[in-house]
Protein backbone atom coordinates (compact mmCIF):
# COMPACT_ATOMS: atom_id res chain seq x y z
CA UNK A 1 0.00 0.00 0.00
CA UNK A 2 2.93 2.50 -0.84
CA UNK A 3 0.88 5.93 -0.58
CA UNK A 4 2.02 9.94 -1.75
CA UNK A 5 3.01 9.77 1.87
CA UNK A 6 6.12 7.60 1.19
CA UNK A 7 8.90 9.46 -0.35
CA UNK A 8 10.43 6.19 -1.24
CA UNK A 9 7.59 4.72 -2.83
CA UNK A 10 9.02 4.60 -6.56
CA UNK A 11 12.32 2.43 -4.47
CA UNK A 12 9.82 0.14 -3.00
CA UNK A 13 7.36 -0.18 -6.07
CA UNK A 14 5.07 -2.78 -4.79
CA UNK A 15 7.40 -5.01 -2.93
CA UNK A 16 5.93 -6.41 0.22
CA UNK A 17 7.78 -3.91 2.98
CA UNK A 18 7.90 -6.72 5.66
CA UNK A 19 9.71 -8.87 2.89
CA UNK A 20 12.51 -5.83 2.02
CA UNK A 21 13.07 -4.83 6.01
CA UNK A 22 13.67 -8.86 6.39
CA UNK A 23 16.44 -8.67 3.99
CA UNK A 24 18.40 -5.65 4.07
CA UNK A 25 21.07 -6.53 6.32
CA UNK A 26 22.20 -9.82 3.93
CA UNK A 27 22.50 -7.24 1.38
CA UNK A 28 23.84 -4.61 3.32
CA UNK A 29 26.42 -6.71 4.84
CA UNK A 30 27.40 -7.85 1.15
CA UNK A 31 27.60 -4.74 -0.37
CA UNK A 32 29.73 -3.69 2.66
CA UNK A 33 31.73 -6.25 1.50
CA UNK A 34 32.29 -5.78 -1.94
CA UNK A 35 33.05 -1.66 -1.08
CA UNK A 36 35.97 -2.76 1.18
CA UNK A 37 37.30 -0.56 3.59
CA UNK A 38 38.69 1.95 1.11
CA UNK A 39 35.30 2.42 -0.32
CA UNK A 40 33.78 3.34 3.08
CA UNK A 41 34.81 6.68 2.00
CA UNK A 42 33.79 6.98 -1.51
CA UNK A 43 30.94 8.49 -1.79
CA UNK A 44 28.13 8.97 -5.57
CA UNK A 45 29.61 12.64 -5.79
CA UNK A 46 31.37 15.62 -4.17
CA UNK A 47 29.53 16.67 -1.01
CA UNK A 48 27.02 14.01 -0.86
CA UNK A 49 27.67 11.82 2.32
CA UNK A 50 29.99 8.96 2.16
CA UNK A 51 29.06 5.08 1.91
CA UNK A 52 30.26 4.81 5.36
CA UNK A 53 28.15 7.76 6.41
CA UNK A 54 25.01 6.02 4.87
CA UNK A 55 25.61 2.80 6.72
CA UNK A 56 26.12 5.20 10.00
CA UNK A 57 22.99 6.94 9.24
CA UNK A 58 21.06 3.49 8.47
CA UNK A 59 21.75 2.37 12.05
CA UNK A 60 20.70 5.82 13.23
CA UNK A 61 17.20 5.49 11.87
CA UNK A 62 16.84 1.60 12.85
CA UNK A 63 16.73 3.39 16.19
CA UNK A 64 14.81 6.31 15.62
CA UNK A 65 12.35 3.95 12.92
CA UNK A 66 11.82 1.04 15.60
CA UNK A 67 10.83 3.29 18.47
CA UNK A 68 8.23 5.29 16.48
CA UNK A 69 7.00 1.76 15.14
CA UNK A 70 6.67 0.93 19.04
CA UNK A 71 4.56 4.05 20.22
CA UNK A 72 2.07 3.67 17.45
CA UNK A 73 1.38 0.11 18.16
CA UNK A 74 1.24 0.51 21.92
CA UNK A 75 -0.11 4.28 22.41
CA UNK A 76 -3.34 5.28 20.98
CA UNK A 77 -3.23 8.72 17.93
CA UNK A 78 0.61 8.65 18.89
CA UNK A 79 2.17 12.10 17.31
CA UNK A 80 5.34 11.48 15.62
CA UNK A 81 8.48 13.25 16.59
CA UNK A 82 10.95 13.90 13.88
CA UNK A 83 14.48 14.42 13.41
CA UNK A 84 17.25 16.48 12.23
CA UNK A 85 19.44 13.45 10.16
CA UNK A 86 22.07 16.31 9.44
CA UNK A 87 22.35 17.05 13.14
CA UNK A 88 22.45 13.21 13.63
CA UNK A 89 24.95 13.00 10.96
CA UNK A 90 27.33 15.61 12.70
CA UNK A 91 28.92 12.90 14.18
CA UNK A 92 29.37 10.20 11.24
CA UNK A 93 33.31 10.93 11.14
CA UNK A 94 34.08 9.35 13.99
CA UNK A 95 32.07 6.65 14.32
CA UNK A 96 32.89 3.16 12.36
CA UNK A 97 30.88 2.32 9.99
CA UNK A 98 31.47 -1.12 10.75
CA UNK A 99 30.60 -0.64 14.28
CA UNK A 100 27.20 0.75 12.52
CA UNK A 101 26.87 -2.19 10.12
CA UNK A 102 26.65 -4.45 13.39
CA UNK A 103 24.28 -2.19 15.23
CA UNK A 104 22.00 -2.21 12.60
CA UNK A 105 22.00 -5.77 12.19
CA UNK A 106 21.18 -6.22 15.45
CA UNK A 107 18.76 -3.80 15.65
CA UNK A 108 17.05 -5.00 13.10
CA UNK A 109 16.94 -8.44 13.57
CA UNK A 110 15.24 -7.48 16.77
CA UNK A 111 12.33 -5.44 15.33
CA UNK A 112 11.58 -7.70 12.80
CA UNK A 113 11.26 -10.41 15.19
CA UNK A 114 8.74 -7.25 17.52
CA UNK A 115 6.90 -7.15 13.98
CA UNK A 116 6.62 -10.71 13.21
CA UNK A 117 4.74 -11.16 16.79
CA UNK A 118 2.10 -8.23 15.95
CA UNK A 119 -1.16 -8.78 15.80
CA UNK A 120 -2.58 -8.27 11.89
CA UNK A 121 -4.71 -5.76 14.05
CA UNK A 122 -1.55 -3.56 15.06
CA UNK A 123 -0.39 -2.85 11.30
CA UNK A 124 -3.82 -0.70 10.70
CA UNK A 125 -2.83 1.68 13.89
CA UNK A 126 -3.02 5.14 12.95
CA UNK A 127 -0.17 7.48 14.29
CA UNK A 128 -0.15 11.48 12.62
CA UNK A 129 3.29 12.65 11.56
CA UNK A 130 4.24 16.24 11.49
CA UNK A 131 5.27 16.34 7.80
CA UNK A 132 3.05 13.20 6.14
CA UNK A 133 -0.56 13.59 8.14
CA UNK A 134 -2.18 10.61 9.70
CA UNK A 135 -0.41 7.28 8.81
CA UNK A 136 -0.75 3.61 9.29
CA UNK A 137 1.82 1.65 10.98
CA UNK A 138 2.03 -0.26 7.83
CA UNK A 139 2.44 2.80 6.02
CA UNK A 140 5.39 3.69 8.02
CA UNK A 141 7.18 0.14 7.51
CA UNK A 142 6.82 1.08 4.16
CA UNK A 143 8.38 4.31 4.27
CA UNK A 144 11.07 2.21 6.06
CA UNK A 145 11.44 -0.32 3.57
CA UNK A 146 11.60 2.45 0.63
CA UNK A 147 14.57 4.18 2.40
CA UNK A 148 16.47 0.97 2.98
CA UNK A 149 16.78 0.36 -0.43
CA UNK A 150 16.99 3.86 -1.26
CA UNK A 151 19.87 3.64 0.28
CA UNK A 152 21.11 0.42 -0.67
CA UNK A 153 20.60 1.74 -4.36
CA UNK A 154 23.05 4.35 -3.12
CA UNK A 155 25.75 1.32 -1.92
CA UNK A 156 25.46 -0.70 -5.24
CA UNK A 157 26.35 2.11 -7.05
CA UNK A 158 29.40 3.68 -5.19
CA UNK A 159 30.12 -0.27 -5.08
CA UNK A 160 30.04 -0.49 -8.84
CA UNK A 161 32.02 2.83 -9.23
CA UNK A 162 35.07 0.71 -7.99
CA UNK A 163 34.04 1.28 -4.35
CA UNK A 164 37.37 -0.43 -3.21
Same mark, same amino acid.
Given at each position: ?????????? %? +? *????? +? %??????????????????????????????????? $????? #???? $??????????????????????????????? %?? %???? *??? #??? #??????????????????????????????? +??? +??? $???????????????? *??????
Amino acid at each position: MATAANPYAG %S +L *ANRDP +L %SVLQATSGRLRAVTARLGTGGLEQSLAPGKWSAGK $IICHL #ADCE $IGFGYRWRQVAAQPHHAIQTFDQDLWAAQYD %SL %SAKE *ALE #AFC #ALRQWNNAWLSKLPGDAFEKLATHPERGELA +LLQ +LLE $ITAGHDLHHLGQLDQI *AAKGGR
